[in-house]
Every structure is written in structure tokens, then in C-alpha cells.
């Protein structure tokens, strides 16, 4: 080989290492930033006072950069642990693509940035709300309860379940009943979606020291929670239906999907690993795949009742 075939070589592998904007772009964690944005949303579209559409992008664009924010001081935080798990080895810190010092960098600013201009736009709760959830999930979460309990999941999953009451504050200035119940069916949904995932994927948590409920109590005492946690999240998402936002619309359609969503965890409760393993966990893949449409149809069905609603059609 040439002395320009090595150079060559080793500027093409240099290249390989260097950060393009889909790196910074991955670090916000954009799939995440996806359900956020949206319940965020809706939480702003079924509040009963309205706002200037500018303005509830500029607050839409704050709580995704704001999702994003969390979401890089994850990755700085838990480089350690990306680094040993296979799906997340491919991140852009153990990747070698960003640096972790790059990472928080990031992560400070936009958290900075997001809440500043959230408060600027809208009021002092709705910025309040934001920097709590940001707080909560980089470090309650992040830095505390993932890899200390368990249960990290079920509380950690209180960051996700922020959004729509940050829109429903962004429009009302305050919080509701309504609010607290959209914070509810994200929170009680959380456990039962991932624990089904959990239960049919080989995770690598336990080697990376992450006590995850599979890991650490093992699959019968995580069919037992899933069930329980689906027990509650059943009439929060019903108990949705008959407040200002709710209507005949929303009820009817999430009884039959809570009806569905409960039959899937009771056969997955009923179930042991011999059965599960005979049929390559194909009811535990069900429950998950049905999990993963359940808050988008439940929070597109409160737009189809705010929509109604704004066409005096409410018989609520």
C-alpha cells in the first residue's frame, strides 16, 4: 500500500468518526420528541381558552426542544451504560461521534433556551412545568431512579406524562382535572407498554447493572404489574370521557380499546414462560403492538371531541 493509500485510508476513517447534524440530531432523541409534541398539542387544542396560533408554535417548539434537551443530557449521563448494551451502542457518545462534554453542552443550552422563551411567550407556570419535567427526567430519573430501584420505569415515566399539562398551561395558565387526567393516562400506560416489550426482548440492562422488573423480579412478578398497572389505567383513560374535553365520541371508542388493552393483559397475566416461549411470546407481542397505538388514538379522539365541540355538537 502507498503512502497516499494510507493517507487516504486513514482521512476516510476520520471522516467515519466525525459528528454530521443526524448525530446532534439523535441526541434529542427525536422518536421520543414525536409523542411528546403531540400530546403536548393536544393538551393546548382541548383547552377552552384559545391562543394566538404564533404563539402555540412558539410554545409547541419550546416543549420539543425541550423534550430534546432531556433527551442529550440522557445520553451524556447514561454514556456509560449505552456503551455495553447493543441497542444503544450505536448512539452518538458511545459511537465515539459526539463527545460527552458536546452532549451536555447541548443539553444545558436548550434546556436554557426553551424554558426562557416558553416563559417569555406564555406564563410563568407553563415554564415552570417544562423546567421540572427537564429536571425530573435528566436527573430524578436519569441520574437517581434508573439505576436504583426497580420501579424506575413507573416513576421515571412521570417526564413523558408532563407535555399535554404544559399545553393545557401554556392556554389556561393553570392546571384542571382535565389536565391531571392526561397526566395520568400517559403515567399508568407507561408500565404495562414497555413491561410487554420487556417481556419478549432479551435486554441487556442486567449487565449493564440497570435494575430492570424483568431482570430483577422476573417475568411472573412483571405479568402480575402489568395487569395491576392496567387495572388503573383503565378508568383514567374512561374517567377522561366524562369531563369538559370527553364526550360520547371519546367514551365509546375507549371503552372498546380499553376493553382490548385489558383482555391483552389479562391473557399475558394468565400466561407462564413454558407457554410464552412455545408460541415465541406472540400474546406479549400483541399486547405491546396494541400499546403502541393506544395514547395516539386516545389523544387523537380528544381532538375529534374538541372538534366537535367548536361545532356545538356536545351533548356533555
Not at 399539562?165 to 407498554?193: D, K, R
Not at 392496567?230 to 365509546?252: D, K, N, Q, R
Request: hydrophobic fraction near 55%; aromatic fraction near 14%.
Amino acid at each position: 500500500m502507498t503512502d497516499a493509500s494510507v493517507t487516504d485510508v486513514a482521512h476516510n476513517g476520520a471522516q467515519t468518526n466525525e459528528a454530521g447534524f443526524g448525530d446532534y440530531f439523535a441526541l434529542l432523541k427525536p422518536r421520543v420528541m414525536s409523542l411528546v409534541v403531540f400530546t403536548a398539542l393536544v393538551g393546548l387544542v382541548v383547552a377552552p381558552v384559545g391562543i394566538h396560533p404564533f404563539i402555540g408554535f412558539v410554545a409547541i417548539l419550546c416543549i420539543a426542544v425541550g423534550a430534546g434537551a432531556s433527551g442529550a443530557l440522557n445520553m451524556w449521563w447514561d454514556a456509560d451504560i449505552d456503551s455495553v448494551m447493543k441497542r444503544t451502542s450505536r448512539r452518538p457518545i458511545p459511537a465515539g461521534k459526539v463527545e460527552p462534554s458536546e452532549a451536555l453542552g447541548i443539553g444545558l443550552a436548550l434546556s436554557g433556551f426553551s424554558v426562557i422563551l416558553l416563559f417569555l411567550a406564555t406564563n410563568l407556570l407553563a415554564a415552570a412545568l417544562l423546567a421540572f419535567t427537564i429536571f425530573f427526567y435528566a436527573v430524578i430519573y436519569s441520574m437517581w431512579l434508573k439505576r436504583a430501584t426497580p420501579q424506575n420505569i413507573v416513576i421515571g415515566g412521570a417526564a413523558g406524562a408532563f407535555p399535554p399539562m404544559i399545553g393545557w398551561a401554556v392556554a389556561t395558565g393553570g392546571v384542571s382535572i382535565e389536565s391531571a387526567l392526561m397526566f395520568a393516562l400517559i403515567f399508568m400506560w407507561t408500565p404495562p407498554h414497555f413491561w410487554a416489550l420487556a417481556l419478549f426482548v432479551r435486554s441487556d440492562y442486567g449487565d449493564a447493572g440497570v435494575p430492570m422488573l424483568t431482570e430483577t423480579h422476573g417475568r411472573p412478578i412483571t405479568r402480575n404489574h402489568i395487569l395491576v398497572y392496567t387495572l388503573f389505567l383503565v378508568p383514567v383513560a374512561l374517567g377522561l370521557g366524562f369531563t369538559s374535553i370527553g364526550g360520547p365520541v371519546y367514551l365509546a371508542a375507549a371503552f372498546v380499546l380499553n376493553l382490548r388493552f385489558f383482555y391483552g393483559a389479562w391473557l399475558v397475566w394468565l400466561r407462564d414462560d413454558a407457554a410464552a416461549e412455545a408460541d415465541n411470546y406472540a400474546t406479549e407481542k400483541w399486547l405491546f403492538r396494541i400499546s403502541l397505538s393506544y395514547l395516539f388514538l386516545h389523544f387523537g379522539l380528544l381532538l375529534v371531541e374538541a372538534a366537535l365541540h367548536s361545532l356545538g355538537w356536545s351533548i356533555w
